[in-house]
């Protein structure tokens, strides 16, 4: 069974700059796609990025564009959530969830940021951004 491990949250000052990290194991060989959520108090889970290890495609929620960049080390199976110019407004729990295999090529564009697209979640890693 795929498991998750969620780290790299911390508390930082407005315009500063995180990379969460979501170690994978148990993932095997076959490709996955991992996604990225974000809760704060009181809101929504909303995804905010996905990696596809199939073939490398990333996706991006408008709210984050320009200021997230997600990666992956297929390597050590391992997603990475870079988060530059953070505001006091990303403050939230940050998942990460996998699926594998990766959805279809042309249905993952549609279907990452649904919390029901993910067999598997982590554990949550809290970000807080102080003004």
């Known amino acids: 069974e795929v498991q998750l491990q969620a780290s790299g949250g911390g508390l930082v000052q407005a315009g500063g700059s995180l990379r969460l990290s979501c170690a994978a194991s148990?993932?095997?060989?076959?490709?996955?796609?991992i996604g990225w959520f974000r809760q704060a108090p009181g809101q929504e889970r909303e995804g905010v990025s996905c990696?596809?290890?199939?073939?490398?495609?990333?996706y991006y929620a408008d709210s984050v564009e320009g200021r997230f960049t997600i990666s992956g080390d297929n390597a050590r199976n391992t997603v990475y959530l870079q988060i530059n110019s953070l505001k006091p407004e990303d403050t939230a729990i940050y998942y990460c969830?996998?699926?594998?295999?990766?959805?279809?090529?042309?249905?993952?564009?549609?279907?990452?940021?649904?919390?029901?697209?993910?067999?598997?979640w982590g554990q949550g890693t809290l970000v807080t951004v102080s003004s």
């Open positions: 969830a996998a699926r594998q295999p990766s959805p279809p090529v042309l249905l993952l564009p549609k279907l990452w940021k649904f919390r029901d697209m993910y067999y598997y």
């Open positions: 990696f596809s290890s199939r073939d490398g495609s990333t």
């Open positions: 148990g993932v095997g060989s076959e490709d996955f796609a």
